[in-house]
């Protein structure tokens, strides 16, 4: 609360910026989350050529490469080039897809310890791992920080193989209430900070903290819940109509009877 106080003076160019989401700009004067949806934005105009690579090479080699693009950034770190190292995460998911089916198999065939073994390993890979800072006493902090994504990544893509398999894992995440905590989850993460900080910029000093804490969460349960419904599906049925109707206009135009034209 200390470091996020809200104190940014509004302006139409910083605004524009939130709009654009591709720039180096002040990310934490409205929404601190901001920060990650600007890598997202550059990534998304890079993902074609990620895919492609996906598609054509060889895992071992996409993945390889996309880990030295990653640890290159340390030598030379900017707010742009930054964004180079979050395609590691991007292309980790990609080959994850790619593979799922081998994948799985492999995994059926573990024993239920092993499986059990596995999935302590991503929650502690995910959530719990950071590379201690005496390892780097005198090497770049940096590096601290992105290896410490590079084994939450791991993780995380571990965790989606286990939720992939079918089995007790896989079922806990279908139930009802944690289903539909997932379906909301990208506004939640939208949503949290501003719903934690205005509960208590408002009611600091007027309600006990933990009941302004309790106030914040069923806020943010509930704002998500509507942006999911008036924001996101609409947004997203939107985007699948652009899409397919791209899709029609570019299929006229390479059909044979426009070619004979």
Known sequence: MNEFNWSTTFSWSLLADHMILLSDFDTGAYDQVIWSLIHEMRISLLFPFIML???RYNWKWVGLVSLLVSALVLVHWTWYSVTLHYVFMFVIGAL???HREFI???YAKTSRLTKGGFLVAAVLLFGYFKLPSWVLPFGN???IKFATDWGNSLGAAMLLIAAL???WFSKLLLLKPVHFVGKVSYSIYLYHVLALFASINLLYGVLPLWLILVIAFVATIG???LSYYWIELPSIAWGKQIARKTQIF???RTSPQ???V
Do not use: E, M, N, Y
Request: proline residues 4%.
């Open 104 to 106: 799985l198999q492999q």
């Open 165 to 167: 398999s079918g089995g």
């Open 250 to 252: 570019l299929a006229s």
């Open 141 to 143: 902090p940096s590096l």
């Open 258 to 260: 426009t070619k004979d």
């Open 223 to 225: 704002v998500s819940t």
């Open 96 to 98: 994850l897809a790619k």
């Open 53 to 55: 690579a996906v598609i």
